[in-house]
């Protein structure tokens, strides 16, 4: 940092397997917590010019419980080790003037093995999809989130309208259940919805626990951010478009 002086870091590093978290807590703090601590104090170093730091977060920070929702302004409540070490990190990036933390939530997009491409492989294989009936969330395409955290970072730094540290919430509109994600990833490459078999979250007795209701709001997000994070539904439509050949024509029209 020293040595490059950057006008904007975005700092996306983290572990993110939320079973791993759970089973190896030491990684998960040294990757999750401890990685910030380090960035923030290499950042506070620059005091002449200090740089904007964009920090990625996550839905996990909450417990799941409520049944609206959650905003900026909500209290946070992990129930796992990612959880927790996440809110640990935010923090240590709240403690540094400059900065944003975005939380975000169940991302899909090109260049990452998702849940999204793992429906579509084994669907249009003819495969059966276990789909979690009891958790909601904000499916949200990597490419609408890039592009709003690129626009609110030219927003500060244009306008210098940052006078402390912000947490937003950055996910594309509504919510829904990975049930209800994963039929509708079916029906527009129209095939069978038969091959998507809704199961509680206990079934697959996973280390850590999850969530139930983690679909976020916001209320601090300026109005021109909304555009991109367009409804959850339209993303999708978006990002299969851009898996061709997968149920899609050239010129891009469902068929």
């Known amino acids: 940092m020293a040595t490059v002086r950057p006008e904007l870091v975005v700092h996306a590093q983290a572990l993110s397997d939320v079973d791993r978290c759970e089973e190896e807590p030491q990684l998960a703090r040294a990757m999750n917590v401890q990685a910030t601590a380090n960035l923030v104090e290499a950042l506070k170093a620059n005091g002449e010019r200090p740089a904007l730091l964009i920090a990625l977060s996550t839905d996990h920070v909450f417990d799941g419980a409520q049944r609206r929702p959650y905003v900026e302004s909500d209290l946070p409540a992990p129930v796992n080790t990612y959880g927790r070490t996440k809110l640990e990190s935010e923090?240590?990036?709240?403690?540094?003037?400059?900065?944003?933390?975005?939380?975000?939530?169940?991302?899909?997009?090109?260049?990452?093995?998702?849940?999204?491409?793992?429906?579509?492989?084994?669907?249009?294989?003819?495969?059966?999809?276990?789909?979690?009936?009891?958790?909601?969330?904000s499916p949200t395409y990597t490419e609408d989130l890039a592009a709003a955290m690129a626009q609110l970072s030219l927003h500060v730094l244009d306008s210098g309208s940052l006078t402390g540290p912000r947490?937003?919430?950055?996910?594309?509109?509504?919510?829904?259940?990975?049930?209800?994600?994963?039929?509708?990833?079916?029906?527009?490459?129209?095939g069978s919805k038969d091959?998507?078999?809704?199961?509680?979250?206990?079934a697959h007795q996973r280390p850590a626990h999850r969530p139930r209701y983690a679909v976020l709001d916001t209320i601090n997000v300026p109005a021109s951010l909304k555009e991109i994070l367009r409804p959850w539904d339209d993303a999708l439509q978006a990002y299969l478009r851009q898996r061709r050949p997968f149920g899609f024509a050239q010129d891009g029209v469902l068929r």
């Open 91 to 137: 923090r240590h990036a709240l403690g540094y003037a400059r900065s944003i933390v975005v939380r975000t939530s169940t991302l899909y997009g090109p260049g990452r093995l998702n849940y999204c491409d793992h429906i579509v492989a084994r669907t249009t294989a003819g495969e059966p999809v276990e789909a979690w009936s009891d958790q909601q969330t």
């Open 167 to 190: 947490v937003y919430h950055l996910v594309n509109a509504g919510g829904c259940s990975r049930v209800t994600f994963a039929e509708r990833v079916v029906e527009l490459l129209h």
């Open 195 to 202: 091959l998507i078999k809704p199961i509680p979250m206990a």
